[in-house]
Structures are given as structure tokens and as C-alpha cells.
């Protein structure tokens, strides 16, 4: 495997890096009812009858390009369940593109502490890393991420944020720090909140749809029009490869000439977002967007777009799309209005989150599309159908 | 990487908008000039890039003043018949106005163009509507708008509701205490370049270098309105507020690129589009109004919202009233002991700020922070965790926010464009300053 | 035509049957059109010659965009008969209108293997036909344009405009939504070095172009047409009457078109009626979008419509791109004009 050689350089970067750590330093994860400080709760606390805990850590690796090429990259890896004495290790070049999923339920305290495990192909660097909550609202500062206004995580040392989950909706996180570079770097990913209404009793009657145990909604609609079967994170994003080489390199990055030339869904190009999750061929990367469902059934498709240079206008084709959410807030005016809306492309710059539900009642089975009406993004940088593909199929 | 002299700019930047905080209402109001007639001229001059690059630009100006970029905004009550001479002073080519929004502009001089009439060096021509439909607007170029919008050419109108200065729109719903211009515009150096030296251009192969709040890069953007150093470049755009207030957004998509706008803190809630009530009809109210965390920024489209913030269901007390006990705190995750909502005595001393959330009152802080030395600080933190709050930091961190105001950065979130000229960090990016309420 | 693409044909008329005579409802009444698809130069307003692709109605010149095809009031039904003279494959989609797809991978042995060459079924190169249809086609605006290496050939000009209205002069089941005249916009771009290149063989897996990453249009195109000063108005009705643009972007960008000195009702998004209407004097025209736009001109004259993104450029000629005029007659000098089609500049209803 072309990634596992980089795994070497990790032992000798690694004592390099240890000299640099300041003595006090040390992963430190906080979650109550965790015991052992490996951000699983052992013994759950009375007092944080809810909380839920996620320990990642922020460093670089390396991800495999639809075209086969290998590009350096900044990402988070999740070290849930890691010893904190093995976190480090863990962490070393595990850049996940994009970053470890986050699903939280509303109602949760969400415990997330975050590990700086330096960047090993760039010892030149002492970058700090955060995680910013995008559009978690009435933020505090210091739990934000945004590292002017706050604080920020170094090397070898621990941050715990805490969020108390009040607003269900799908958002998106990444690290703030340095944002152009680290987030053309690749340090983006899904996070959604499930909301309070999927834990109603069976039978509950919201408004003549009538709620059972197992039923799953987008929010709490009152009524089941963000109900789903199956639901799927497909978040959009881009690397410029040329960025990515000079910052291997060591070399001043081009911030002006900046150009996405893969374009992605969940980090991968078009054939591989086709390919399972954690499929081995590309171990970083381990997000698929395949979407399958059942005829029938209502597809929640949780889209976000964390492109650092483009907007991108996603199509699904032959299968009608509604919209039903805009920016983890479910389309409903402040009187009731229903502002959800049928359409069959929608269109997202960076930081923008939509959720849109597609009924496949009556549709046949079979395979359908979703992919970029940018049709120039169907590439992966020189190499031809690629980019931002994948398919539904129904069965 | 990171830029020393930012930090030093943005220390002037945050010590002046505390001090103005503290002597009076400062950019509350957005500056501009008052119609309903205006004299506008079109004239070439020079503005300064985030990186302190000089530019030459075309703008308007107001009368004999010099070229703005953006031109002044205009101010205009309801239902006033507004008229704009523009003259062209040294633009060697024909320019005009178009007024996107405003139905049934009567054009009258110069010569016709393609869109509207225009005027050549020397000439004037008027245009006249009446300004029927409350709202944020934009004004640019008609003429040979590709070049001309992209050398600066555009600018601001705000027609203000016959409810009231405080109204954004003929509706209570509009209402705000405070009232923020965010427009946004592109450049691509090569083109001003090539006019400045008589040089061929394409303006298809538009590639933008600098992107802009109001005209300014970042962190310009934060100094004050009028600095002397930028002096073609008049407006600001530093949001500020206290919690519980209603903070009026009007995004403007000035250039060519589309630009998501993305506010940290909290939503917005989207009240007009094109200078059009958010409403599905007269008398509805602002029924069809959304919340969103981001705003796609179209060229030539205006979207208002309304931001507030009170940090409530933080899930612990931001005003810091837990560090008011007799006792320490028993530790980070403190025992029944330490949440004290019953009110023994102990925290019905402390008062509850205005807009505070009442079941966070006193609810302690929910993490141990990493000691100093495992941290990297803002220039903008103070120490605290707190609204108001204040803590020892290392020498030389942190620092400027002698507020202890909570500071979010509103930027584009295609983030290609926090860079000036290929200089991170600047661009199309500001802070809100959410500033604890003063005691009386 | 050889005889296996007749059998083919013949395939798709015994599946259709036998569909109808299973499913036990009327046989399929409905619109047939013959498209072809194929090449011709095309002269820009600069002078500069670009090979394009497009379709045409079968014995009709092949043009772009294609023809406006219309499926008529109280018709859900269309039927595409494609014959494809081009040198590659090509196949129909209509974004917006639910359909069974029929993909066609790349073989073994193609550097693509495995990946999606064409949406759903292709007409063979050379001459090959294949018949798509379309069932309970609801109200409103869509582009058609090929499902076959959509990132080249659409690019290339295989698209055009389909209407199909709810009641005559309405264009969806709401009453807010009937006009006296509809006027197709479609948007498009070149990139004339994409268009030299799959000209010349060089475009491809060893070509000088390998992919489409790095789309860079000099040509933008309103039904086709680059504007050129004193170029024609398109004829949009009387005065006080409503009329309906349909917007549709072919292209790879987004535009986003401004109505000079006027204010429109935005009523719909990819043909689908919107839950309430806006009121707009632009359209955020995304790539592949379509959108409709209620308008009631005050005024007698022109109207400018142009691009906000500025596109405004024909290579690097200013003065053209994506504008274009509407003219507005005043009421007493066309009486007659009420309820009676009125052709756009492309001469079609």
C-alpha cells in the first residue's frame, strides 16, 4: 500500500516532535462518566445524564485521488476509544477526508475533545488546530473555533469543547485555524443533530401523521414532512492539486491562484464515491456515497458544501428533489408557512447546508444519478468522468 | 503562517471600536449622503488594497469630492422623486447608472447605449424615479459594465420606509437597533493594471486577486469610517451590538462572483429580498422569512436580515456568575453541590444580566481550558471565556478586546477569498463584536 | 440506417406496447418529435469560426440550441425519436421529469471502464437511432440535452428548451400564472478551445484536452446568439400584457439576468411551481437551471435583459455576450395581438 511507507518517516518525525512539546503537554480528554480518558463513557454520571463524547485528533496524511494520485492533506481522525497514552500514535498521519462523521442527538451535552498531533511530513510547522461548530447558534466565542477571537489547540496537547445540542439540523465542521489553507488542506466534515421528535412514543399523532418507534425525521416538524427511510451525508468539497504538492514541497502555497481541480463528494472523485464505506483501497477516506434504498422509500440527502473556491449546483436526475431544510433549519416561515419546494438541482456555495428528501414512491428500480450541473467539475483534475458523481440505486 | 502586521492592525482596530463603544453609539447609523437629489460625478483614482497596494479605480464620487470605491451610498426617504445628475469627469469612455429595483427610471442627456443613456467626458445626464419601494439596493455601470463594474463603478442605495429610521421595511417586524452595509465586490488586478497602462484586456478571463466588504479588504475593514489613510475608501464595516439587540444586515452582491456569507454566532433571519419583503402578500407580515447561517450572495441580487444574539441554552452561565461563589469550584465537573438553581442565597446575589437566559444563570463553566502553554491565543481574546470577562494571559497574547466582547468573524466562505493579493489573512471578512451591556 | 438499429427501434416500440397493454391503461397518446443530432461550423461575431453540435428536426437544419419542442395542452406525452449523425454516441435526458434510466458503462478495456458514459440509453454514432419517452409530463420549463459525456457534448450545443403549459396561455395549474407571451431564454457558453479540440481528435485520454477542469468560456450565448449592437428585439407583447420568460441555463456557469427598470414575478424553478412567488429583477440562474418569470411591462419599448455576472464579452469584444432586447408594443397599434402566439426571434411559438 503507497501510504503505508509514510508511516516510517512517523517514528523518526515523532521523537523530533516530542522534544518540541512543552512539558505540561498531554492528551486530555474531558467526558464525564469516562474513567479511563478514552472519551467512551464507563460509568455514565448522574449529573450528565446525556452527554455524549468524541475524542479527534488534527493532524496530516496522505488521501488516494479518484485518478490514483496520492495528495497530502490536513484532516481530523477520530480517537474515540483510543488510551490517551496511544492517542499520539493513533492520531499520526490519520488525516481522515472528510473528517469523522458527527451525529449527535438533540438534548445531548457533546463532550468533543480535540488532540493536536502535528503534522509529521511538515516538522517546519507548529500550526495550531481548532474545531469550529458551523452555524451551531448562539455560539459562545470560546467553544467557536475561530482562533482570532479565541483559543486554539497545539501540539500535543488537548482541547475539550462543549456544546449543549438544543437545535436539531445538519451542519458541518471544520478547523478555523489559517481556514483558506487547513480547509483546502482537507480538515472538513459532516455533523448532523437528530432531532428530539425521533424518540416520541409509539402512536403519537403530529398533526394526523402518526409517529412510530423507529420512525426518523430531518427535525421536528410536527407533522412528518422531514420524515426519511434512509439518510445520507454528502458533503462537497474540492482540492486544488497543486496547492497540495507545493505544501509537501515546503514551498510558498498559492493563495491567489488557488483552484479546485478535484472536486468531491465525501472526499472522493467520481468513480470511487461509488466504492463502500471503509473500502481498503482507500484507507483515509473511508465515506461512501453510494445512496441505495428500497422503492418506496424517502431518501434524506443531508447535502453541505465546504468548498474553499466554488459554488457547486448538484442535480439528481430522474427522481424528483424536494427541499426541506436550509442551514440546519427546517423551511418553515415564523407563521407556519410551509416554504419547502420541489426542484430538481439546487445550488450551494461554501457553508451552506441543505437537506432535501426524495421520494422514490412510484419511481422504478434501478439506477439514477446525482452529480454537478458545473459539469466541468465531472473530472478528476487532467482525468476525464470524474468529479462530483455518484448514483441511487433503488431496488 | 501568520501575519504580524494583521495583529498589530487589528490591535488599532479593536482598542478604537472599544473606546467608541464606550463614547457612543459608533456605526450604528451607515454613512452616506442625503438625496433625494444628488450630483455624482465619475472619475478615475486610487485606492489601497489590504496589502497597501495602490489601485487605480474608476468610482463615483460625490460632486467634486474624489472617486469612491464604492461610490457613496445614497440615502433616500419613500416615495421622494430621487434625481442623479452624473457627470463624467475623466472616464475615457461613456458611463451611466442602473438602478436594479427601480421601475420606470426616466434617463435624459448624454447619449443612448445599449442598457440606458450615458455620458462622455465632459457631459451630464439625469436620471429620475420615484422611490416607491422601501429597501437596499445597488447601483452600477450600465456602460460597458464588465469593465466598468469591475474598475469600482457601483455603489449603495438604501430607501428608508415611511415607518421610521428604525424600520428597514414598512413593517414592525423590520424593526432594528443597529444597522450594518455589507457590500461585496472583486477585483482582478490585470484588468486595472492594463488600463493604467493603455494595455489590452479580456474581461472573460476575469480572476480576481482582492475581495471586498464596503470597499475595503480585511483588515481594513474593521478601521473606522473616513480614516484619512484610505481616503477613496470611506466605509467600513465592523458590526457591533449587545445581546438582545436586533442587528440590521444589508448584503449587497456588487461584483461578479457569487459570495456565501457566513455569519459565526448564531442564524440570521432573511426579511427581504431585492428590496422585497420576504412576504407572500400585503398585510401577511414577513411570513415567508427564513433563518439561515449563510447567504449565497448573487451579483447584483440585495438580501436584508435580521441578527441577534443572547447566547441563551449555552448550557452554563457566559456572564461568569459562577466565579461569584464563596466557594471554589469543587472541580471541573462539579457535583450536585456546585448547581445551585434553588437560589440559596448565593446566586439571588448575583443579578441577572439583561437578556441573560435564566436557567443557565449560574450553571458553572462546563470544561477545564488547557493551560497557557498548550494554547495558541487570538489577538482577540481576553483571557476569559466570559461576556465581559477578563484573565491573565502570557505577555504579548491576546489581548485587544479590553471589552471582553465576544468576537465572531462574519466572512465569504469560499475561503480562497480571506486572502489579499495571495497574502492570507484579509479579504471578504469582518468580526461582530457582541459587547456586554455597560452598568449604569 | 442498418438493420440493427432498426431492430433496436423496434425494440422500444414492443417494450412501449407491451407495457401499455400490461399495465391495462389507454394505449399512450401523445407528441412525437424526430430530433437528429449533428455538427456545423458556426460564425462568432468576432469572426471566429466554432464547430458545434446540436439537434434539429429531422429534415431540418440542426442548430443551437435545438428546436423548442412543446408538448401541447392536455398532452402528457412525449415521444423523441433521436437519429444521431454525429461520430460518438448520444442520448436524451430531461432534468426535472421522473424517468427510468437505462446507463451505459464503459467496457473493459476503455481507460474509463466501469464509469458512466451515458446516462441512459445512446443512439449509435453514425446514424443510430433510439426512441425515448416521457409519461405524465407535468407543466412547466425543462431543457433537454444529451445524457451521453454530458461534460463534453452538452458544452458542445446538444440541448434546447421543452415547454409544456398546463391550460392555453397558462403555464402551470395556478391562475396567477397565465400570459398572453412566452419567450424562451436559454444560456450557454463556449469554450472554443474545448470545441477546436474534440474538432480536431484532441480531445480525450491522449489528446492535447484531457478533461473538462479547465472550462474557460469566451462565448456567451442567449439562444445561441452572442448580442451584437442593433441586433432585433425579441417581440414580448403589449403593453399592460403579462409576459412569460422561461429561463433556462445550458450552460457549465451561473448567471444570473436582470431585468432593466422592471420588476418580475419569479413563479417557478426547474418546473416546478414555486409555493410562493417572489418579487425579482434578477434570476439566479444556476447552471442546468430553469426559471420562469411573470412580467407586466408599464411601458411600450425596449427591455433590456442582461447578464449580472457580466458576461457581457463576445471573445474579447465588449458590447455582447448575454443580452438581449424584448420590445414592448403599445396597445393601440396591435389591437389583435390578444391571445394570438407570438413568434420569438428563433421563429418558433
Known amino acids: 500500500m503507497k501510504v503505508q511507507r509514510y508511516k516510517n518517516a512517523h517514528l523518526i518525525l515523532l521523537s523530533v516532535l516530542m522534544m518540541t512539546w512543552p512539558v505540561m503537554a498531554a492528551v486530555h480528554v474531558q467526558c464525564p462518566g469516562d474513567i479511563d480518558g478514552d472519551a467512551v463513557i464507563d460509568v455514565p454520571d448522574p449529573f450528565h445524564p446525556s452527554n455524549a463524547c468524541l475524542h479527534l485528533g488534527a493532524g496530516d496524511g496522505f488521501s488516494i485521488m479518484a485518478d490514483g494520485t496520492e495528495m497530502y492533506t490536513f484532516g481530523f481522525s477520530n480517537l474515540t476509544g483510543v488510551p490517551p497514552e496511544m492517542a499520539m500514535h493513533h492520531g499520526m498521519m490519520a488525516a481522515q477526508i472528510p473528517a469523522p462523521t458527527i451525529e449527535v442527538e438533540e438534548g445531548d451535552e457533546f463532550y468533543l475533545s480535540l488532540t493536536n498531533v502535528g503534522m509529521m511530513m511538515r516538522p517546519d510547522l507548529f500550526d495550531p488546530h481548532t474545531v469550529h461548530f458551523h452555524g451551531f447558534p448562539q455560539a459562545a466565542s470560546i467553544f467557536d473555533g475561530m482562533p482570532g477571537a479565541s483559543i486554539a489547540i497545539n501540539m500535543g496537547a488537548s482541547l475539550t469543547y462543549y456544546y449543549n445540542i438544543v437545535e436539531p439540523g445538519t451542519y458541518i465542521y471544520h478547523c478555523h485555524v489559517e481556514a483558506t489553507e487547513h480547509m483546502q488542506m482537507g480538515m472538513l466534515g459532516n455533523l448532523y443533530v437528530n432531532p428530539a421528535q425521533n424518540n416520541l412514543p409509539d402512536g403519537t399523532d403530529l398533526n394526523g401523521f402518526i409517529h412510530h418507534t423507529g420512525y426518523t425525521y430531518a427535525y421536528n416538524d410536527g407533522d412528518g414532512t422531514s420524515y426519511y427511510d434512509v439518510g445520507y451525508p454528502l458533503q462537497f468539497s474540492g482540492f486544488d492539486r497543486i496547492f497540495h504538492e507545493k505544501h509537501l514541497a515546503v514551498q510558498p502555497l498559492p493563495f491567489a491562484e488557488m483552484a479546485d481541480t478535484y472536486s468531491m463528494i465525501n472526499g472522493r472523485g467520481y468513480p470511487d464515491t461509488l466504492l463502500p464505506a471503509d473500502d481498503p483501497s482507500r484507507p483515509y477516506q473511508p465515506v461512501t456515497s453510494l445512496i441505495e434504498a428500497t422503492v418506496g422509500q424517502k431518501i434524506l440527502l443531508r447535502l453541505s458544501n465546504l468548498s474553499t473556491t466554488d459554488f457547486f449546483t448538484i442535480r439528481v436526475l430522474g427522481l424528483p428533489m424536494r427541499v426541506i431544510g436550509k442551514d440546519a433549519k427546517l423551511l418553515r416561515g415564523p407563521t407556519g408557512a410551509d416554504l419547502t419546494y420541489n426542484t430538481s438541482s439546487i445550488t450551494m456555495g461554501g457553508g451552506e447546508t441543505n437537506d432535501v428528501i426524495i421520494d422514490t414512491t412510484g419511481a422504478a428500480a434501478g439506477t439514477y444519478f446525482l452529480y454537478t450541473t458545473n459539469l466541468n467539475f465531472l473530472s478528476n483534475d487532467a482525468e476525464d468522468y470524474g468529479g462530483i458523481m455518484t448514483e441511487i440505486r433503488l431496488n | ?440 | 440506417m442498418n438493420k440493427i438499429i432498426k431492430r433496436d427501434r423496434m425494440t422500444v416500440v414492443w417494450a412501449v406496447l407491451l407495457l401499455t397493454l400490461t399495465s391495462g391503461t389507454p394505449v399512450v397518446r401523445g407528441v412525437t418529435y424526430d430530433l437528429v443530432a449533428g455538427e456545423f461550423d458556426t460564425l462568432m461575431p468576432d469572426g471566429v469560426t466554432v464547430r458545434m453540435w446540436g439537434f434539429g428536426l429531422s429534415g431540418q437544419a440542426v442548430t443551437v440550441p435545438g428546436p423548442v419542442l412543446t408538448v401541447p395542452v392536455g398532452d402528457h406525452n412525449l415521444t423523441i425519436n433521436l437519429t444521431n449523425n454525429l461520430p460518438v454516441p448520444v442520448s436524451l435526458v430531461i432534468p426535472g421529469l421522473p424517468s427510468a434510466l437505462t446507463p451505459v458503462y464503459h467496457q473493459a478495456g476503455d481507460p474509463y471502464a466501469g464509469r458512466v458514459r451515458s446516462l441512459t440509453a445512446e443512439a449509435a454514432p453514425g446514424g443510430g437511432q433510439r426512441t425515448y419517452t416521457w409519461t405524465d409530463i407535468r407543466p412547466g420549463t425543462f431543457v433537454y440535452h444529451s445524457g451521453t459525456q454530458m461534460q463534453i457534448q452538452i458544452q458542445m450545443g446538444l440541448y434546447g428548451a421543452l415547454k409544456h403549459d398546463f391550460a392555453a396561455s397558462q403555464a402551470y395549474a395556478d391562475p396567477a400564472t397565465a400570459y398572453q407571451t412566452d419567450i424562451v431564454l436559454l444560456y450557454s457558453e463556449v469554450d472554443p478551445s474545448v470545441h477546436a479540440a474534440v474538432q480536431s481528435g484532441e480531445y480525450g485520454p491522449s489528446g492535447t484536452i484531457t478533461s473538462t477542469v479547465s472550462y474557460w468560456p469566451s462565448y456567451f450565448l442567449i439562444n445561441g446568439e452572442s448580442y451584437t449592437p442593433g441586433q432585433a428585439p425579441i417581440p414580448a407583447g403589449v403593453v399592460g400584457q403579462k409576459v412569460l420568460l422561461r429561463f433556462l441555463n445550458a450552460g457549465l456557469r451561473t448567471h444570473v439576468p436582470i431585468i432593466h427598470n422592471h420588476i418580475g414575478k419569479l413563479i417557478s424553478e426547474d418546473g416546478n411551481l414555486l409555493p410562493f412567488f417572489r418579487d425579482q429583477y434578477e434570476v439566479m440562474l444556476a447552471a442546468g437551471k430553469t426559471s420562469d418569470l411573470l412580467l407586466t411591462p408599464a411601458a411600450a419599448g425596449p427591455i433590456t435583459v442582461y447578464d449580472r455576472k457580466l458576461d457581457l464579452t463576445t471573445g474579447m469584444e465588449s458590447s455582447g455576450g448575454m443580452l438581449v432586447k424584448l420590445d414592448v408594443a403599445p396597445l393601440q397599434t396591435q389591437p389583435g395581438l390578444w391571445k394570438k402566439p407570438i413568434r420569438n426571434r428563433l421563429g418558433r411559438v
Open chain 2, 1 to 440: 503562517m501568520n501575519n504580524t502586521s494583521y495583529k498589530t492592525r487589528a490591535l488599532l482596530v479593536f482598542l478604537t471600536a472599544g473606546l467608541c463603544l464606550i463614547s457612543g453609539n459608533a456605526g450604528a447609523e451607515i454613512p452616506g449622503i442625503t438625496g433625494p437629489t444628488f450630483n455624482l460625478s465619475a472619475r478615475a483614482d486610487c485606492i489601497y488594497g489590504g496589502d497597501g497596494l495602490g489601485i487605480l479605480i474608476w468610482g463615483y464620487a460625490d460632486g467634486d469630492n474624489r472617486g469612491q470605491y464604492p461610490g457613496p451610498t445614497l440615502l433616500v426617504a419613500e416615495d421622494q422623486t430621487v434625481v442623479i445628475n452624473l457627470t463624467n469627469i475623466d472616464i475615457p469612455e461613456p458611463v451611466s447608472i442602473v438602478f436594479p429595483g427601480q421601475v420606470g427610471v426616466q434617463a435624459t442627456g448624454g447619449a443612448a447605449g445599449v442598457i440606458t443613456r450615458e455620458a462622455s467626458i465632459g457631459e451630464t445626464v439625469t436620471y429620475t424615479f420615484t422611490a416607491s419601494e422601501p429597501g437596499t439596493y445597488l447601483y452600477n455601470s450600465g456602460s460597458h459594465a464588465d469593465l466598468q463594474v469591475e474598475m469600482g463603478l457601483f455603489g449603495a442605495m438604501i430607501i428608508r420606509p415611511a415607518m421610521g429610521q428604525q424600520y428597514a421595511y414598512n413593517d414592525a417586524q423590520s424593526y432594528f437597533d443597529v444597522e450594518y452595509l455589507f457590500l461585496m465586490s472583486e477585483l482582478d488586478l490585470r484588468i486595472h493594471d492594463a488600463i493604467a497602462f493603455g494595455q489590452p484586456y479580456d474581461t472573460s478571463t476575469f480572476f480576481p486577486v482582492y475581495w471586498f466588504l464596503n470597499g475595503r479588504n480585511a483588515p481594513d475593514t474593521m478601521e473606522e469610517n473616513f480614516v484619512p489613510w484610505l481616503p477613496t475608501q470611506p466605509y467600513n464595516c465592523m458590526p457591533m451590538m449587545m445581546p438582545g439587540q436586533k442587528l440590521l444586515c444589508r448584503f449587497i452582491g456588487a461584483g461578479r462572483q457569487s459570495h456565501p456569507f457566513h455569519t459565526h454566532g448564531n442564524h440570521f433571519a432573511i426579511i427581504a429580498r431585492d428590496g422585497r419583503l420576504m412576504s407572500s402578500a400585503p398585510g401577511s407580515g414577513i411570513d415567508l422569512m427564513e433563518k439561515a447561517f449563510s447567504v449565497g450572495t448573487a451579483p447584483g441580487q440585495t438580501y436584508d436580515a435580521i441578527f441577534e444574539w443572547t447566547g441563551e441554552k449555552l448550557g452554563w452561565d457566559m456572564y461568569g456568575h459562577q466565579q461569584d461563589r464563596d466557594e471554589a469550584p469543587t472541580g471541573n465537573f462539579p457535583g450536585p453541590e456546585d448547581i445551585d438553581h434553588d437560589g440559596d442565597g448565593v446566586f439571588d446575589e448575583v443579578m441577572m444580566e439583561m437578556h441573560e437566559y435564566e436557567p443557565d444563570h449560574g450553571k458553572p463553566f462546563p470544561v477545564d481550558l488547557p493551560q497557557n502553554q498548550d494554547l495558541t491565543f487570538g489577538e482577540m481574546y481576553n483571557g476569559s471565556p466570559f461576556l465581559g470577562g477578563e484573565g491573565l494571559l502570557p505577555p504579548g497574547q491576546g489581548g485587544f478586546n479590553p471589552m471582553g466582547a465576544f468576537v465572531y468573524m462574519w466572512h465569504s466562505h469560499t475561503e480562497k477569498e480571506l486572502t489579499n493579493n495571495d497574502i492570507f489573512p484579509g479579504g471578504l471578512m469582518t468580526h461582530l463584536m457582541i459587547m456586554p451591556h455597560m452598568m449604569p
